[in-house]
């Protein structure tokens, strides 16, 4: 019944920013490749300021994932695949304990995600059209990787594609059994019918300070590459 069901505050709202603005950071960065990219005037160039983004973005999210808040940690969602593995049987018996932070297959869903766009974005760092668009770091490493990374940015877009509906299907199965993860990253708080397993302390207050060391941090990257002297 809905009054027996627990609430947990997991996602904090560094975690939450994070991840709605990477979301429509992504979702620029498809519109302007997959489409004419109206109304932009150089879809390109938004294109590539979308990446810049998503690699500030990604820089915040390592920082935060190394020392941010309990649930925030790699450390607290990634498994060994013996663990793994027991979490994909009891779930295809639909006997799979719940996780305050991502389970087992969440979690290596999250770095899947995180790997991907990591390159995707850093790839166009070394990319050019030859017309209206240059990356920071194009002939760096030569003509020849750089049209060897342009093919592996246009088949990591499609890897990506694949992950992301990987991910929504994951939501979609959550949400059949009882915990909805959209408005949980809304509002920071998880509702479960069963104690998760993983619960960790509350967050603490000292973690702010580190959150806008690791803003500041990404901010700066991002501005490097966005005002970048051609």
């Known amino acids: 019944m809905q009054n027996d069901r627990k609430q947990l505050a997991v996602w904090d709202v560094f975690i939450r920013l994070f991840h709605w603005c990477l979301l429509a950071a992504v979702i620029i960065s498809f519109y302007t490749t997959k489409t004419n990219g ?15 983004i998503i690699i500030g973005l990604l820089v915040f999210r390592v920082l935060w994932g190394v020392s941010g808040s309990a649930y925030a940690r790699f450390s607290t969602f990634i498994y060994g695949p013996k663990d793994t593995a027991i979490y994909a049987k009891a779930l295809l018996k639909r006997r799979a304990p719940h996780y305050a932070s991502h389970n087992p297959l969440g979690g290596w869903m999250v770095v899947l995600l995180l790997l991907s766009l990591s390159f995707q974005a850093a790839s166009g760092l070394f990319l ?20 060897g990374l342009a093919s592996l940015h246009a088949l990591n877009s499609d890897v990506l594609l694949i992950l992301i509906g990987m991910h929504l299907v994951g939501i979609i199965v959550h949400a059949l059994q009882g915990e909805h993860l959209v408005p949980a990253m809304v509002t920071g708080i998880k509702r479960f019918t069963s104690e ?11 973690h702010r300070l580190f959150a806008l060391g690791a803003f500041l941090v990404a901010v700066g990257v991002c501005g490097w590459l966005w005002f970048y002297p051609y």
């Open 38 to 52: 109206a109304p932009f005037l150089f879809p390109i160039e938004v294109h590539a300021q979308a990446g810049y």
């Open 128 to 147: 050019s059209d030859d017309i209206f668009f240059q990356g920071p770091l194009y002939g760096l490493l030569g003509r020849d990787v750089s049209s």
């Open 196 to 206: 998760p397993i993983d619960i960790k302390p509350a967050h603490r207050t000292k």
